[in-house]
């Protein structure tokens, strides 16, 4: 499985982004997809996650700017951010498990950078 994800760039506080990750190779082993952002000095952290079988779920701290979608005919995620705030500064990174309601997560792509200006 080959993830790849792209939309990242700089962006200002208020505004809104859209993160895209396509997946590739054997897609039929992931049960469960999801976005982890990483800020400088800071543990990388689970923003959203959408398991196969379930709905979205979104990380308390990321709740009612953050939402993740799956377009599952041509193996996309998205996470769109809303009101971005200079705290949203992070690598952002897709991943993938082959369980649901993932624990670990198997896949992972290389990241793409989000940078808020204030």
């Known amino acids: 499985v080959e993830l790849m994800e792209s939309g990242g760039g700089l962006v200002q506080a208020g505004g809104s982004l859209r993160l895209s990750c396509a997946a590739s190779?054997?897609?039929?082993?992931?049960?469960?997809m999801g976005w982890l952002r990483q800020a400088p000095g800071q543990e990388r952290e689970l923003v959203a996650s959408?398991?196969?079988?379930?709905?979205?779920h979104v990380a308390d701290s990321a709740r009612g700017r953050f939402t993740i979608s799956k377009d599952r005919a041509r193996n996309l995620l998205f996470l769109q951010i809303d009101n971005i705030q200079p705290e949203d500064t992070a690598m952002y990174f897709c991943?993938?498990?082959?369980?649901?309601?993932?624990?670990?997560?198997?896949?992972w792509g290389q990241g793409t950078q989000v940078t808020v200006s204030s």
């Open positions: 991943a993938a498990s082959r369980h649901q309601l993932a624990a670990v997560w198997h896949f």
């Open positions: 190779g054997s897609t039929y082993e992931i049960k469960d």
């Open positions: 959408m398991s196969g079988g379930g709905g979205p």
